[in-house]
């Protein structure tokens, strides 16, 4: 007999394997298997939401783990909550397969309710086709009204800051590929960054009454931060010997220019007026995470990146969908 | 020069075209072009979504017009709006293309800025990826606490009504591909059931203090009713005499079986108290929408359907996606 629809999202998730529904959490009213899911909001808050797509061969590698796959999309998605500095609440998940693999599934669903877990969110409906491998996820989380992190808030005289270390996710494309065993300990690190970014939701949410604008680094720095500049009608200029570049990163190449134009890295970019830099110091050292002030932004539009010697620097460009 | 991502949404979803964005929304604090969008809810009110996919030559035929394929789409989406009593806000929309058509994409953009102003929705937010033609739509809608309508609240006593004519969308598969100019008057309406579905936007706000339970016929009466009977622990008998037929469907072919078992209709199926009748049909009046009672809920568990004999009629299945 064949697996029907209602039997995967019975099997897969809500009572076998991963069971990803949230039941329990008081946002949710409804979760899976009505027409609707139902959210209650706390008092204040908005609602923030987000949708990203990764289809198989465009955005992950053909016969890409279950597993990994799950776990990347969460994540991908969540980011998104992170630069708008929302607390997540919950998810929706549109699955699109070729074929029913249990095996693929049940390794998908665990994986897909351990991150659930990690990031704080739930399942709370979806839909389950046959077709060409593909998901969407719309990842919801809230803020208290009016101090969502947008692009739009920077302003001449704030610095710029990044978190974490960048390049790292786009150095390891080229070894993708390459066989677990022939990988050397560098390459593995890059590639657990590509696999498996953090969503940077604690530190989200604390910039929201700190930074004035924030984007999260997904198709590159130069592509982000111009976002941010362009939306906020503003200049940058980025000291490109600022950048944080993690030690595996360095023995690989090109590392100013995977930092700068190198997408998958999802950690965020954000701008703080220069006079509260000791406030992101202290935040750096409570979250225990590097917290790099990269540059200022100033009057006039576009983004200039200098050297040590401030000489214009000229990155690539970051990547386009089409 | 290549069309960009970012062409795409500035020229078809939020300058160009369709125009969909609706800044002027008092719920929409920020739509497209953030990291997040952020919506305001009503004080009291609850969040209610949905998601559902449309996979090219699943859901519908290779070469389908985009512009039906649009506004086809949300309204399927919205159904589990007005099946939860939901008041419609916004939406997503994950597109993903094989290649960059211009003509496609306006035309796509132009229809669904025309559905979403006719079903009282703005798009929010979205992504736009490469790859097989494929859309994912996630809608968002509002309703005061606790007054959502739900699968699970049918009792014994109450009777079962479903809105306007049942059938017609599935009879229409049959010549979906004939040409227009050779199509006889009855298969033009039915084939507009199946291209342009309305959702009960209206009738279900309307159910909200009335209806004890409620779903969207989208996969056929016997088993969606289904649904309704599971989550409440009860059974239900239909009176297949008394399903409401169009006169374009009674003139092609097995109509019961198309009204017990066709999916597509995007009606809605309810269950309100017997004593409650003349509310029904006072909505009806109102509303200028068939409602008719069409069986009862029982003791038991599973769906009965009889004839005018009071004799067993049994339907053919629902669609299963796998």
Redesign the interface.
């Known amino acids: 007999m064949?697996?029907?629809?209602?039997?995967?999202i019975q099997r897969y998730f809500r009572e076998g394997a991963g069971k990803i529904i949230g039941a329990g959490t008081s946002a949710v009213?409804?979760g899976i298997?009505?027409?609707?899911?139902?959210?209650?909001?706390a008092?204040g808050h908005?609602?923030?939401?987000?949708?990203?797509?990764?289809?198989?061969?465009?955005?992950f590698p053909v016969n890409y783990s279950s597993a990994l796959l799950a776990r990347r999309a969460l994540a991908v998605c969540a980011s998104?909550?992170a630069?708008?500095g929302?607390s997540p609440l919950a998810f929706?998940?549109?699955l699109?397969l070729p074929t029913?693999d249990e095996d693929w599934l049940s390794a998908f669903s665990v994986s897909l309710a351990d991150a659930a877990a990690e990031f704080g969110m739930v399942l709370?409906?979806?839909?389950?086709?046959?077709?060409?491998l593909?998901l969407?996820l719309?990842v919801?989380?809230s803020?208290p009204?009016g101090q969502?992190?947008?692009?739009?808030g920077a302003q001449v005289g704030d610095v710029i800051y990044v978190s974490g270390s960048l390049g790292d996710a786009s150095a390891a494309l080229a070894f993708l590929n390459t066989e677990p065993a022939e990988l050397q300990a560098d390459q593995a690190d890059l590639l657990a960054r590509y696999h498996a970014p953090t969503p940077r939701l604690v530190l989200g949410q604390n910039l929201r009454n700190l930074a004035t604008a924030?984007?999260?680094i997904s198709d590159g720095l130069a592509a982000d931060l111009g976002h941010i500049l362009k939306?906020s009608g503003v200049a940058g200029v980025v000291r490109v010997q600022d950048l944080p570049l993690s030690a595996a990163l360095l023995n690989h190449g090109s590392a100013l220019d995977a930092a700068l134009s190198g997408g998958d890295d999802y950690e965020l970019c954000f701008t703080v007026p220069a006079s509260r830099r000791a406030d992101v110091a202290f935040l750096s050292a409570s979250l225990d995470l590097a917290l790099s002030e990269i540059g200022y932004i100033e009057v006039g539009h576009g983004l200039r990146c200098i050297d040590a010697q401030n000489k214009v620097y000229s990155p690539a460009n970051g990547y386009?969908?089409?």
Do not use: W, Y
Not at 124 to 132: A, F
């Open positions: 064949p697996v029907s629809e209602f039997d995967i009213r409804c298997g009505d027409d609707c899911a139902v959210l209650s909001l008092v908005e609602l923030l939401l987000s949708v990203d797509t990764l289809v198989e061969s465009v955005h998104d909550l630069a708008s929302a929706t998940l549109a699109t029913v709370v409906g979806g839909d389950t086709t046959r077709g060409p593909c969407s719309q919801m989380g803020a009204a969502a992190l947008l692009r739009n924030a984007i999260d939306a386009q969908h089409f």
